[in-house]
């Protein structure tokens, strides 16, 4: 954590964004800002393809989360994990990404189903509250299986 708010003191943004890092706390913050970045993407589609195209909900957030997933993995490779991709087989990582993809999007349609169609919440609430829990399994699982060192 220190290097990060010496690096913020400096306003080293090369340094905080761009400069390849094994610090964790530092590519949790790049994860963070990324998935920002890619949770925009993934929600402005949701919003757009339910509230404007007036496509089902739980159709929209399959195509939102894929717009969202192909977004987090090319600003986390530019990013996030850079300086661990010479360890990491390319097909291999993408395979990985694949798989930890599939099982937090079936907890993203899980958890709006039941919030949104059997709780009746909003939509986008439910696309919140699982927001929260796959970027946390995202995150370690990428750390932990794609990224391990």
């Keep these: 954590m ?10 080293d943004l090369k340094g905080i964004f761009i400069n390849p890092t ?25 919003f757009l393809l339910t ?11 399959i195509i939102a989360f894929i717009a969202g997933l192909i977004t ?8 996030v994990f850079k300086a661990n991709e010479a360890r ?4 291999m990582e993408f395979i990985s990404y694949a798989i930890i993809g599939v099982i937090g999007l079936g907890i993203t349609e899980l958890i709006m189903y039941l919030f949104t169609n059997c709780w009746n919440v909003h939509y986008m609430i439910s ?17 932990l299986i794609v990224y391990k060192h």
């Design 72 to 79: 987090n993995f090319f600003l986390s490779k530019l990013l």
């Design 51 to 61: 509230d404007f195209a007036h496509i089902y909900h739980l159709v929209s957030a």
């Design 22 to 46: 094994q610090n964790g706390f530092l590519q949790f913050f790049r994860y963070l800002f990324v998935g920002g970045i890619a949770t925009i993407v993934d929600w402005g589609v949701l």
């Design 127 to 143: 696309k919140v509250i699982a927001t929260v829990i796959v970027l946390i399994w995202n995150y370690l699982a990428r750390k």
């Design 88 to 91: 990491v087989n390319a097909v």
């Design 2 to 11: 220190k290097e990060f708010f010496e690096l913020l003191k400096k306003f």
